[in-house]
């Protein structure tokens, strides 16, 4: 036990010797070995303050140089996890109450009948203040470990968006080197890089790396997309947040990205203008994303060939999400993806 206290540093606070050489003498019994101070008036009191860490202050409540209240109030001030005892003969238990809320760790009445509790509230005390400074210990390394954890994965995020960009910049370089066709090909492939750079953007630049804002980043798509073919005026109308997990975003964002480029691709034949509607909704518990466009719309039998219905059935499998097409000769084509 006493290689377990000795170095304590503790007050003793009492006007009358008796009452401090008794208290003293069982602060003794429980930490043997511990560094134990008696400051006397209120220049000893601020020089024990000024000094190294204090680990346990016991105080009488009423001193003619000051006051058991303004001790505790001193002490948390300067040393807010030393754990305060007061051990007196005045007050009573409604001082006793207003004190404990004040910081207080324990009130013990002054009386030999008394002497067992007390050694038993100046141990606890201390262990209670050993142990909280522990758990403070491991939650600010916690904290560390979770900050640099976050560090690193914002930085794995911040590579794979800068080699989306990489892989998107090389498919169209070698398009260019390429027959139309092929050409052609490299493009849309490059064009699903770009969409999902554009979900990876959005993840990087959000407080928390597990949701993504799903509406900033579907108008980065519509936005991106419309800039390329530049065959359609595009309008965004977007009501509410929506916030989805990456496993979803990024699936959802390419499902709406192969919707926007059939749109831009099939809708206005003959290098014919329209307009290109992206809505999404989400309130009171739904979302619901819609990609209008007022072009030439299909046949009933053609609506879902014209949208390569394989790879629409598979990206919304992986999104969750409901997809209805609506389409008429000449009424163009609405898509609606209902978040399930």
């Given at each position: 036990?006493?290689?377990?206290?000795s170095?304590?540093r503790i007050?003793?606070?009492?006007?009358?010797?008796d009452?401090?050489?008794?208290v003293?003498?069982?602060v003794?019994e429980?930490?043997p070995?511990a560094?134990?101070l008696e400051?006397?008036?209120?220049?000893?009191?601020?020089?024990?303050?000024?000094g190294?860490?204090?680990?346990l202050?016991?105080t009488?409540?009423?001193?003619?140089?000051?006051?058991?209240?303004d001790?505790l109030?001193?002490v948390?001030?300067?040393?807010?996890g030393?754990?305060?005892?007061?051990?007196?003969?005045t007050?009573?238990?409604?001082v006793a109450?207003d004190l404990?809320?004040?910081?207080?760790?324990?009130?013990?009445?002054k009386s030999?009948?008394q002497?067992?509790r007390?050694?038993?509230?100046?141990?606890?005390?201390?262990?209670?203040?050993?142990s909280?400074s522990?758990?403070s210990e491991?939650e600010?390394?916690?904290?560390?470990?979770v900050a640099?954890?976050?560090t690193?994965?914002?930085e794995?995020?911040?590579?794979v968006?800068?080699?989306l960009?990489?892989v998107?910049?090389?498919?169209q370089?070698?398009g260019?080197?390429?027959d139309?066709?092929?050409?052609?090909?490299l493009?849309?492939i490059?064009g699903?890089?770009r969409?999902l750079?554009a979900v990876?953007?959005?993840?990087?630049e959000?407080?928390t790396?597990?949701?993504?804002?799903?509406?900033?980043a579907l108008?980065?798509i519509?936005?991106g997309?419309?800039?390329v073919?530049d065959s359609a005026e595009l309008?965004c109308e977007?009501?509410?947040?929506?916030e989805?997990?990456?496993?979803r975003?990024?699936p959802l964002g390419l499902?709406c990205?192969e919707l926007i480029l059939?749109?831009l691709?099939?809708?206005?034949p003959?290098a014919?203008?329209?307009?290109?509607t992206v809505?999404l909704?989400?309130q009171?518990?739904t979302s619901e994303v819609?990609?209008?466009?007022?072009?030439?719309?299909?046949?009933?039998g053609?609506?879902t060939?014209?949208l390569?219905?394989?790879?629409?059935?598979?990206?919304a499998?992986e999104?969750r999400?409901k997809v209805?097409?609506?389409?008429?000769?000449?009424?163009?084509?609405t898509a609606m993806l209902?978040l399930?």
């Open positions: 036990m006493s290689d377990q206290t170095g304590l007050l003793v606070i009492y006007d009358n010797p009452d401090r050489q008794l003293q003498h069982e003794e429980v930490f070995g560094d134990i400051p006397t008036d209120l220049t000893g009191l601020e020089a024990a303050l000024e190294h860490p204090l680990d202050v016991v009488d409540l009423d001193l003619r140089w000051s006051s058991g209240r001790v109030a001193a948390k001030w300067r040393h807010p030393c754990p305060v005892v007061m051990f007196t003969g007050g009573d238990e409604m109450v404990m809320k004040a910081g207080l760790d324990d009130y013990v009445v030999p009948r002497l067992p007390l050694r038993t509230s100046l141990k606890l005390a201390v262990e209670v203040a050993r909280r522990a758990l491991r600010a390394q916690l904290t560390s470990m640099h954890k976050e690193i994965v914002r794995l995020h911040h590579r968006k800068n080699n960009q990489t998107e910049s090389l498919l370089l070698r260019r080197r390429s139309p066709a092929t050409r052609a090909h493009e849309e490059a699903r890089m969409a750079g990876q953007s959005r993840i990087y959000a407080d790396l597990d949701r993504v804002d799903f509406r900033a108008a980065d519509a936005k997309l419309v800039a073919y309008e977007f009501e509410g947040p929506l989805l997990d990456l496993g975003a990024m499902l990205y059939n749109a691709k099939h809708a206005w003959q014919q203008r329209g307009r290109l809505q909704r989400a009171d518990g819609r990609i209008r466009d007022d072009g030439v719309g299909f046949t009933d053609s609506v060939k014209g390569g219905t394989r790879l629409v059935r598979s990206l499998g999104a999400v209805d097409l609506l389409s008429a000769p000449g009424s163009g084509t209902r399930i």
